[in-house]
């Protein structure tokens, strides 16, 4: 018995889908500029065209998280290689960071990646260079805003950990997985997802 799940688009002018064939592992997703869908699914990564055309973009990952950053690269973690890879838009791979368990990542407009690894924030240069953007309680999900400000969820803590100097928001980390496109509409995984044989 395989699941597919359908991705839904939320547009200004009503509901829209976007169906495409992915498994019951499918998690996170994330578009580039040009439109194209990225889905971990599994192990791997596949890309689906705007036409619903699908290939293989990458194999071999563990639970990967996906993010790009302006130049159209793609960031993935592997959480049971607890490392984060950097795929150029052709497809070539190189290591950022070892030594990480990465529960969530985002990219600002300046390409910094932000990492949540569970009980700080991390943060990498445009040019590779580490650092700890916060220390705080049981850190996962994360999100930027326009202006650079980062939030992150924490189901532990009620206020923000001492010397923070950015806002928090509380929500479910394991909500539906979302990404928007270039044309800022918004997609996620319909968690009520059809049956089919396979």
Not at 64 to 70: E, G, H, I, T
Not at 82 to 105: E, H, N, R, Y
Not at 153 to 160: A, K, N, V, Y
Request: charged content about 20%; overall charge positive.
């Amino acid at each position: 018995m395989k699941l597919d799940k359908l991705f839904v688009a939320l547009i200004v002018t009503g509901l829209a889908t976007m169906p495409v064939s992915v498994s019951a592992h499918a998690g996170r997703i994330a578009f580039d500029h040009s439109g194209n869908l990225f889905v971990a699914d599994g192990d791997s990564i596949f890309k689906f065209i705007p036409d619903g055309e699908k290939s293989t973009f990458a194999t071999g990952l563990n639970a990967p998280d996906l993010a790009f950053d302006s130049k159209g690269d793609l960031f993935a973690s592997d959480f049971g290689q607890k490392s984060i890879f950097k795929f150029t838009p052709d497809g070539k791979k190189s290591t950022l960071a070892t030594a990480i368990k990465v529960f969530d990542m985002v990219i600002d407009r300046s390409d910094n990646l932000y990492v949540s690894d569970g009980d700080s924030i991390l943060k990498f240069t445009a040019d590779g260079n580490k650092s700890t953007f916060t220390t705080v309680i049981s850190v996962f999900g994360l999100v930027i805003d326009r202006s650079g400000n980062v939030y992150f969820s924490d189901g532990f803590i009620s206020r923000p950990a001492a010397g923070w100097f950015g806002r928090r928001i509380q929500s479910c980390l394991h909500a539906t997985r979302a990404a928007g496109d270039a044309r800022t509409r918004l997609f996620s995984i319909n968690c009520a997802a059809t049956s089919g044989r396979s």
